[in-house]
């Protein structure tokens, strides 16, 4: 069973920096790129960045752009999200996402057909 989990988050002032996890377990769990979104409260689920299956080519959402940093260790069948100079503006649940194509295809919610529980991220001012 195909299954991601998410770690890493928790509260942080503002100008400060957390890492996020999402490893990734079961069959063919290295075959899929992997985006992270996140969901504020009442606000819509938004894609902020994804990383293919060799890792090349990451995308990012222009609010990110320049703080946050994707990366994948493959061996490990784990992605990461680095994310500095956090803002109030970035607080939210976070989540990963799997999508079997090998590049990322953009943050459509409909083509990721996994998602992990999420991680909660609070960023105080």
């Known amino acids: 069973q195909f299954q991601l989990v998410e770690s890493g988050g928790g509260l942080v002032q503002s100008g400060g920096s957390l890492r996020l996890a999402c490893a990734a377990s079961?069959?063919?769990?290295?075959?899929?790129?992997i985006a992270w979104f996140r969901q504020a409260p009442g606000k819509e689920r938004e894609g902020i960045s994804c990383?293919?299956?060799?890792?090349?080519?990451?995308i990012y959402a222009d609010s990110v752009k320049g703080r946050f940093t994707i990366s994948r260790d493959i061996p490990k069948n784990t992605v990461y999200l680095q994310m500095n100079t956090l803002k109030p503006d970035d607080t939210a649940m976070y989540y990963c996402?799997?999508?079997?194509?090998?590049?990322?295809?953009?943050?459509?919610?409909?083509?990721?057909?996994?998602w992990g529980q999420g991680t909660q991220v609070t960023v105080s001012s």
């Open positions: 996402a799997a999508d079997l194509h090998y590049f990322c295809q953009g943050f459509s919610i409909s083509q990721y057909n996994s």
């Open positions: 079961g069959r063919s769990a290295e075959h899929y790129s």
């Open positions: 990383i293919s299956v060799s890792g090349e080519n990451p």
